[in-house]
């Protein structure tokens, strides 16, 4: 068994989840081996993501487990038969793991719904306004760091396709990220894809009621079953994944209660160009 020097945040998800089902079902690390019919470091190899678990085993652990979700314990085959190499390997040792993590959640996306308070969402950035995002790092990044992140992020935008909801508030449109020009720019390339059918922007003026429901930012990425979506939120060291079903249950809720404040697709346009006016 050839074990991971790295997993990634997709295989670490169906470790996870393993693990989960197994303590769920009351189970010992050595009693899965046993039932498996393998030594216990095979077991924890597996829940710790380092190595790899064919269907068949997985399908057997499952059963031992008691899991009756069959669309689940299918979502888990597909996650650990999955050999896709993304374009997102190029950047392999030249960014941060979690910016790939990033670009691999985005491929396996059903749905995202985003709200944004401070920035604009990475998805719907133009490059000049990435670019003045990354630029305000500390500690400040190279130029080549720099450019590396921005043709990243533009790779991700082009390759999203999945329905993206996004909630913005009006403390992110105005806040001035690069210079005048730039955040013009922003505020149309906004407008552009707000048109997009996958697409439904909102926007929350500073004027409307509930803005604490508003009050954090998160990402909020739909599975291929709900069990396994994820909630990323932004780190210091790159993108937080929070994917237990307690913290995911108050996400979803959140999302609800922020766009129930906000305004509708067109009103919402209306306002943008009002500012883009302004600038």
Known sequence: MVL????????MRLAIELRRLREAAGLTVREAAALLGVTH???????SGVAGVSEERLRRLVSHYSCADGEFVNALVAMATDRTQGWWEAYRGLLPTPF???????????????VAV????????????????????????????????VQHR?????????????????????IRVGDRAAARDQLVRLLEVS?????????????????ARASSTMTYVGGCVPKL???????????????????????????????AVSLEPAPSRDFIRRLTKEL
Do not use: C, K, N, W
Not at 41 to 47: A, G, L, R, T, Y
Not at 154 to 167: D, I, K, L, N
Not at 230 to 237: I, K, L
């Open 100 to 114: 790939l993590d990033l670009a691999e959640l985005d491929h396996h996306s059903a749905f995202q719904q985003d």
């Open 41 to 47: 470091p095979v077991i924890s190899q597996i829940e």
């Open 229 to 259: 979506d994820t909630v990323a939120r932004d780190a210091p060291h790159g993108a937080l994944l929070i994917d237990s079903e307690a913290q995911l249950g108050s996400y979803r809720t959140r999302f609800r209660r922020v766009e």
């Open 154 to 174: 533009m790779a991700r935008q082009g390759e999203a396709t999945f329905p993206h909801e996004v909630v913005i508030h009006e403390s992110a449109l105005r």
């Open 118 to 149: 401070l920035y604009v969402p990475g998805l719907l950035q133009t490059e000049d306004y990435a670019r003045a995002v990354f630029s305000a790092r500390i500690p400040e990044l190279t130029r080549q760091e720099l450019e590396l992140r």
């Open 4 to 11: 991971r020097r790295e997993p990634t945040a997709r295989q």
């Open 195 to 211: 048109e997009a059918d996958r697409i439904t922007l909102r926007v929350i003026p500073f004027d409307l009621d509930g803005f």
